[in-house]
């Protein structure tokens, strides 16, 4: 079971890698990659599921653009780190279309960070607002309420994933 103290010493040292990898690669671009995996427990079958996807699908996505790469499976969940050859613009569209359009996409918060480690917003890209798994709303809504208990949010997550894997059979 993860604390709130391990999440947040997480965000931490995320911000803290942030800042390492932009001081290494100055003319590169961040794209960061955490998998969405409500409640306390990071490490499942399904957050391996999707991690692996977003991967694949970033990879892909800037291929023969990647200055570097680093992957980190934690207790406090997954992340991945790539420099990339893009401006911050080309990458957020990338990182938004992967988000949107990838089977798994909705279990996928790709980041592009900008300078002084801030993420490059999507609201300029004209983007919809993400949607709550379970009821299609807001998903900003539904998280701040905690409309949906977490086995619900689970079990479509467990859903998601299986249906992912079966399409590649």
Not at 28 to 48: F, I, Y
Request: aromatic letters at 4%; proline letters at 5%.
């Amino acid at each position: 079971m993860m604390t709130l103290e391990e999440l947040l010493a997480s965000r931490d040292r995320r911000r803290d890698m942030q800042a390492r990898l932009m001081e290494a690669w100055p003319h590169g671009t961040l794209v960061v990659l955490t998998v969405v995996m409500p409640g306390p427990q990071k490490q499942t079958r399904s957050a391996a599921i999707v991690a692996e996807a977003a991967v694949q699908a970033i990879d892909q996505a800037f291929a023969g653009r990647v200055l570097t790469r680093t992957l980190r499976d934690l207790r406090t969940g997954f992340e991945a780190y790539y420099m990339v050859q893009a401006t911050a613009d080309q990458a957020k569209r990338q990182a938004v279309a992967i988000e949107e359009k990838h089977a798994l996409g909705r279990l996928m918060d790709i980041d592009v960070i900008g300078a002084g480690c801030v993420p490059y917003s999507r609201a300029g890209l004209q983007s919809p607002p993400r949607t709550c798994l379970v009821c299609g709303r807001p998903a900003r809504e539904c998280m701040r309420s905690a409309a949906h208990p977490l086995d619900q949010l689970m079990n479509r997550i467990d859903e998601l994933c299986d249906g992912y894997l079966l399409r590649l059979h």
